[in-house]
């Protein structure tokens, strides 16, 4: 049993989300925000048996797209002298971590 943590874009995310269930795989999303853009995503835990994980990433990646974008960093960043002008970011795309999992109840 892995379980699969997935920082997606919030818009790619009903889509990741479809993707998922309409394959009989369960999810769950929360709300979350990166360190550099400061503004929302979304991370998914996803849970599941080994030999899916590589079909639950083909999934993620077939529905977050990976685009460029002008941002301009938060002024508390700015502040600190780090960046002061717009910057362009990847966004998009999909940071996935897999990890092993000793136990799953459903209590
Ligand atoms: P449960 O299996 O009891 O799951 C309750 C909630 O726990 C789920 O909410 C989800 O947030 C989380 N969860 C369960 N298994 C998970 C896993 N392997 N990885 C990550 N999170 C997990 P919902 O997704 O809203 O699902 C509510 C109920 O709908 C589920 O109850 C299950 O009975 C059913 N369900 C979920 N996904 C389904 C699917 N793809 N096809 C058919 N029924 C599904
Ligand atoms: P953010 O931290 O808001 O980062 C958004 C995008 O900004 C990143 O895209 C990257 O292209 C850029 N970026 C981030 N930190 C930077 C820095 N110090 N200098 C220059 N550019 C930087 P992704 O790498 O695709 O990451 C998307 C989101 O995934 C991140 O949002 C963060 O929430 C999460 N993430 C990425 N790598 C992570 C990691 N190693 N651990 C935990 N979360 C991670």
Same mark, same amino acid.
């Given at each position: 049993? &892995?379980? *699969? ?5 919030? =818009?790619?995310? $009903? ?5 998922? !269930?309409? &394959? ?6 929360? @709300? !979350?925000?990166?360190? /550099?853009? &400061? @503004?929302?995503?979304? !991370?998914?835990?996803?849970? !599941? ?6 079909? #639950? *990433?083909? *999934? ?12 301009? $960093?938060? $002024?508390? /960043? ?17 940071? #996935? /971590? #897999?990890?092993? #999992? =000793? &136990?799953?109840?459903?209590?």
């Amino acid at each position: 049993m &892995k379980l *699969i943590v997935a920082i997606i874009n919030n =818009d790619d995310c $009903p889509g990741v989300l479809n993707g998922l !269930t309409q &394959k009989g795989y369960s999810a769950t999303r929360l @709300s !979350t925000s990166g360190s /550099f853009l &400061k @503004s929302g995503n979304s !991370t998914l835990l996803i849970g !599941t048996e080994d030999e899916k994980v590589d079909e #639950v *990433i083909e *999934i993620i990646g077939e529905f977050s797209r990976k685009r460029k974008q002008m941002v301009t $960093p938060s $002024p508390s /960043f700015m502040a600190e002298g780090f960046v002061s002008r717009a910057v362009e970011v990847t966004v998009g795309g999909a940071t #996935v /971590f #897999v990890m092993d #999992v =000793d &136990k799953f109840l459903k209590l």
